[in-house]
């Protein structure tokens, strides 16, 4: 068992299409609410074998999307005072109200890309004169990886590392879709790395209290389509339960030790998602134990007042999942990768960055 | 008002790179040798055309898994020319070398060179060495630049692809990029990936015995396969269809770019070759191509087409298409 091209097979990808078009009989929205997913869909062109009452919808998945304007304008202001500042790469592009990280980094603001939190961590201990801060956006997937960091930094006595943390958990998100009451949804898709660190329990609540069908995916084309299949039968047997597709790497309970980790470094607090507003315990915030290791505590910055998103971007609306890409009056014109207006163009993640890279031909 | 600056990503070998190229080098040097904008010059000398390219190599780390900048420096530039039919004979080799760099590490490197060129069949002929404060360059980096003669009767180009034609791969996608990022970033995956730096000029001469009509060449290095067969639909103005099964990636390429969240189409090769055939020749060439070590693996991997025009198309394994554009900026600095 190799994990990768096994859940590739054409001929599998046919039968499974086929068995979703004979028992789908109701009209079935589905939204993933993770990027990988979002990317996954449109590369391997789902979409276009799905049966025509069969919608599949794209939800605040992306970390970099969601992230709030103000809080990038934050970051680059702790960039700019002096610091080492660490991210992910995907976090370069996006624009700011006034600029990016990656143009900071072109007038030479000392802004270094790494691969994991412990990188950082790494260059924090190579340059002790200086304070090494990285920018820690995620959803639960990364969010252990970011404790380890400060448990580690904690051990080791390293002194100048901090994180800058707008790190956001998916469950309240989810919560905060469904009250809004915009979107008519017969299933959720649910992510399948995060799912592997927090387990399918704490979707409960969506089929308890909402009725809405869940199943936690795997990334591969046939994954996706099993899971369509699962949640297609959920809605034509009137059932609402979670299940998961993705045994090979989600429990129900999830991963003990990852979740003792965040929950020692972490609490939660409320966060502003771009697109959706303030979402009530939506956020993890360093502890006070910890606190020493917070950026936010750190580095008194003064941030310039946030701008709004620019004119005609519908990226709120898109992480809502009530506008699709190609309904943005600026999708794949004046918005494109290569000039991107709004984050869901410019996170490999993003919504739009997916549609757009992946059209159909 | 902002002042444009070049980023990372001008260098990428993808979209950004070539709208960089087009509006300021071509605009400002153009000539109608360079306009052709092949990954090397032809040149007519009397009854003679020679092929001429030359490339600078910046990889970081020097040594990788399966190679060096030597090594690469000498592949590199030997396929360039390699990739016009031509048989590729003479090297130029220039140094850019930061104070400091260990004079084992330079032997290494030089002797790879030699290594490298020793099966390539090409001679260094000339070169040139500077040497820079620490700071002003990162350890080395070399400048390669080759010649060779193209034999009569082949005429091959990136714009020269026609409808009907068949595409050949000659292995599997995406090693050299994963190797040394690996190794950058110090990445532990379960399978090392080892590049695939490798001189193709023999493997091409295999395929020019069996069919001197070859239309189009290239080795797809930065940018991956989705520049070169862009850059093939773009030039000729033809559809590109590609099956995406028939693509080979080596298990570690696919798993360290589900990690990093790389398309395998976008990471770059030094090894390998993608060829635009007539279709008649199509089996004959492949037959030739599985019989010498860089291309056991090659596949037939799709068609040219008539429309979209200037596009590739990929059809999936759900039986879906889409499109294949173009790496917009950078996925891995620095890997040649």
């Not at chain 1, 919808?57 to 002096?82: E, F, H, Q, R």
């Not at chain 1, 006595?157 to 008519?184: F, M, Q, T, W």
């Not at chain 1, 969506?206 to 996706?224: H, M, N, R, S, W």
């Not at chain 2, 991997?301 to 200037?310: A, L, Y």
Request: with cysteine; glycine share 10%.
């Amino acid at each position: 068992m190799k994990y990768l091209s096994e859940f590739r097979d054409p001929v599998l990808a046919k039968k499974l299409t086929q068995s979703i078009k004979e028992i789908s009989r109701r009209k079935t929205n589905l939204m993933e609410v993770c990027g990988t997913h979002t990317v996954a869909i449109s590369k391997s062109g789902i979409r276009q074998v799905m049966p025509e009452n069969i919608t599949l919808l794209s939800g605040p998945g992306c970390p970099v999307c969601v992230t709030a304007n103000s809080d990038l304008d934050k970051a680059i202001a702790i960039a700019k005072s002096g610091v080492i500042f660490t991210t992910f790469g995907d976090m370069l592009k996006v624009p700011s109200s006034y600029s990016s990280l990656g143009e900071e980094k072109t007038v030479g603001v000392d802004i270094r890309v790494v691969y994991s939190t412990l990188d950082a961590l790494k260059i924090a201990e190579e340059n002790p004169d200086r304070d090494v801060v990285f920018y820690a956006v995620g959803f639960e997937t990364t969010a252990p990886t970011i404790a380890i960091s400060l448990m580690e930094a904690e051990r080791r006595g390293i002194k100048n590392y901090s994180i800058y943390c707008v790190h956001k958990i998916v469950p309240p998100a989810i919560r905060a879709l469904l009250d809004l009451g915009e979107l008519g949804l017969e299933g959720f898709i649910c992510p399948g790395h995060v799912s592997a660190i927090i387990g399918s329990d704490p979707y409960q609540f969506i089929t308890d209290e909402y009725q809405i069908p869940c199943v936690v995916a795997g990334f591969e084309p046939l994954d996706i389509l099993q899971t369509i299949y699962m949640l297609v039968k959920q809605v034509e047997d009137g059932e609402a339960k979670v299940e998961i597709q993705y045994k090979r790497s989600v429990s129900p309970e999830g991963n003990k030790i990852a979740q003792e980790m965040m929950d020692k470094v972490f609490e939660t607090a409320d966060a502003e998602w771009r697109g959706i507003g303030i979402i009530p315990g939506s956020g993890l915030k360093v502890r006070e134990d910890y606190s020493h290791f917070d950026a936010e505590k750190r580095f008194d910055v003064d941030v310039p007042p946030t701008k709004p998103d620019p004119p005609g971007c519908s990226c709120g609306e898109i992480l809502r999942g009530i506008k699709f890409p190609y309904d943005c009056q600026l999708f794949g014109q004046a918005c494109t990768p290569e000039r991107p207006i709004g984050p869901c163009m410019v996170s490999s993640e993003g919504c739009c960055a997916a549609y757009y890279r992946y059209r159909r031909a | 008002m902002k002042k444009n600056r070049i980023t990372l990503g001008h260098g990428g070998g993808g979209k950004l790179m070539h709208d960089l190229v087009e509006q300021f080098f071509v605009k400002k040097l153009s000539n109608p040798i360079l306009d052709r904008l092949d990954d090397h010059a032809t040149l007519e000398m009397g009854n003679c055309r020679l092929a001429f390219s030359t490339d600078s190599y910046v990889v970081n780390p020097i040594f990788f898994q399966g190679g060096d900048i030597g090594k690469l420096a000498i592949c590199g530039t030997v396929n360039d020319v390699a990739m016009s039919g031509a048989i590729p004979k003479y090297l130029s080799a220039a140094f850019v070398i930061e104070e400091g760099l260990l004079m084992t590490d330079l032997e290494k490197v030089l002797d790879s060179m030699v290594k490298a060129a020793e099966e390539a069949g090409v001679q260094i002929v000339t070169g040139d060495t500077k040497v820079v404060e620490i700071g002003g360059a990162d350890k080395l980096f070399i400048n390669t630049a080759g010649v060779g003669a193209i034999p009569e009767g082949v005429n091959i180009s990136g714009s020269n692809a026609k409808v009907g034609d068949k595409v050949i791969l000659s292995g599997s996608i995406g090693d050299h990029g994963i190797a040394v990022i690996s190794e950058r970033e110090g990445l532990q995956f379960k399978t090392i990936v080892q590049s695939d730096c490798a001189p193709l000029n023999h493997l091409v001469a295999d395929m020019l015995n069996v069919c001197p009509d070859i239309r189009a060449l290239r080795d797809p290095t930065r940018g991956g396969l989705s520049s070169t067969l862009n850059e093939f639909a773009t030039q000729s103005k033809v559809g590109i269809s590609l099956e995406e099964d028939k693509i080979p990636i080596k298990e570690g390429v696919l798993g360290a770019c589900e990690m990093l969240g790389y398309d395998p189409f976008h990471v770059a090769n030094e090894g390998k070759l993608v060829a635009v055939v007539p279709p008649h020749k199509s089996e004959a060439i492949l037959e030739a191509m599985r019989k010498n070590k860089y291309g056991k693996d090659s596949q037939i991997i799709g068609n040219v087409v008539d429309e979209p025009k200037g596009k590739v198309v990929v059809n999936t394994a759900v039986g879906a298409t889409r499109i294949l554009d173009m790496l917009i900026g950078e996925q891995l600095p620095r890997i040649c």
